[in-house]
């Protein structure tokens, strides 16, 4: 989710709020609060200062005040210094259980991938700056790729990197690669941010990324995004160039945009079960 959508969300549920229609069936006010909070705090550069949660929210301060003053307390939320606030270090074992989960829950739809293309299928997800994978099935090749699970890499020179990329405006993209640089591995790396770009317009264009040696020379991976995931995600299937090559490529799309789409219908199958319990 992207700053921006963060920010309509969070504006839609307040005007909802006041005309009274904000109230699901089941649904805690304050929770819905706390969760408009702390998904705003985690756009943008990560820290907010009362006025703009104020003004993204809709909230008034002395209400976010009181949530916050909580959160803190709880270690979900920091107290910064200049009164700004970022998320706090308690939520990083939710959100990485709720990520293993996510990869755990996708591997049948990755080893049909494998089944179908024989060669590694993985699964990655935006960590911050950089992209953590997931989730793997390897290949049966003797010769193969193999990313260990957890492993974190930049985002500009992969190719679930730039699928994942591929979802987020120029302007956060930016962002990302002021902050993390473009560190080239092989010659085939994009150096510099216009000609990120340039290729993220072709991938937005086509529906799939791909890295051609710019990571790991004699590799290559091809990657779609996963539609409506709750942060953006990417599948990819990657190997050796003497066999991922263009004719490969063409095979291996539509194999990968159904398993994309099979992997955001299972997304909305659980988050639709969460939301009417």
């Keep these: 989710m992207t700053a921006g959508s963060v920010e309509s969300t969070a504006r839609s549920r307040q005007s909802?709020?006041?005309?009274?229609?904000?109230?699901?069936?089941?649904?805690?006010?304050?929770?819905?609060?706390?969760?408009?909070?702390?998904?705003?705090?985690?756009?943008?550069?990560?820290t907010k200062s009362l006025s703009e949660l104020a003004s993204v929210s809709g909230l008034p301060l002395p209400t976010i005040h009181r949530l916050l003053r909580t959160?803190?307390?709880?270690?979900?939320?920091?107290?910064?210094?200049?009164?700004?606030?970022?998320?706090?270090?308690?939520l990083i074992?939710?959100?990485?259980?709720?990520?293993?989960?996510?990869?755990?829950?996708?591997?049948?739809?990755?080893?049909?991938?494998?089944?179908e293309l024989e060669e590694t299928a993985n699964m990655a997800v935006l960590d911050g700056d950089m992209v953590s994978y997931i989730a793997q099935v390897p290949s049966r090749h003797s010769m193969r790729m193999f990313t260990e699970v957890g492993r974190r890499v930049n985002v500009h020179d992969t190719g679930v990197g730039k699928a994942i990329l591929s979802q987020l405006?120029?302007?956060?993209?930016?962002?990302?690669?002021?902050?993390?640089?473009?560190?080239?591995?092989?010659?085939?790396?994009?150096?510099?941010?216009?000609s990120l770009l340039e290729d993220l317009t072709?991938?937005?264009?086509?529906?799939?990324?791909?890295?051609?040696?710019e990571q790991e020379l004699g590799v290559r991976c091809i990657a779609v995004p996963i539609p409506h995931a709750p942060t953006p995600t990417a599948l990819s299937v990657s190997g050796p160039t003497l066999r991922v090559d263009e004719d490969f490529e063409r095979r291996a799309?539509?194999?990968?945009?159904?398993?994309?789409?099979?992997?955001?219908?299972?997304i909305s199958v659980s988050q639709a079960a969460g939301e009417s319990e």
């Design 71 to 90: 959160l803190a307390n709880r270690g979900y939320v920091r107290r910064l210094p200049g009164r700004r606030y970022a998320l706090g270090p308690r």
């Design 93 to 115: 074992p939710i959100g990485e259980s709720a990520v293993r989960q996510l990869g755990a829950a996708s591997l049948p739809v990755l080893a049909e991938v494998v089944d």
């Design 202 to 213: 072709v991938c937005r264009r086509r529906g799939y990324a791909v890295d051609d040696g």
């Design 253 to 266: 799309v539509p194999v990968l945009t159904k398993a994309a789409a099979e992997i955001a219908a299972r």
């Design 169 to 194: 405006d120029d302007e956060t993209v930016r962002g990302i690669v002021s902050r993390m640089g473009m560190p080239t591995p092989t010659e085939h790396s994009h150096g510099t941010l216009e």
């Design 16 to 46: 909802e709020a006041k005309a009274g229609t904000v109230e699901r069936a089941g649904g805690v006010q304050s929770v819905e609060r706390v969760l408009d909070l702390l998904e705003i705090l985690s756009t943008g550069d990560g």
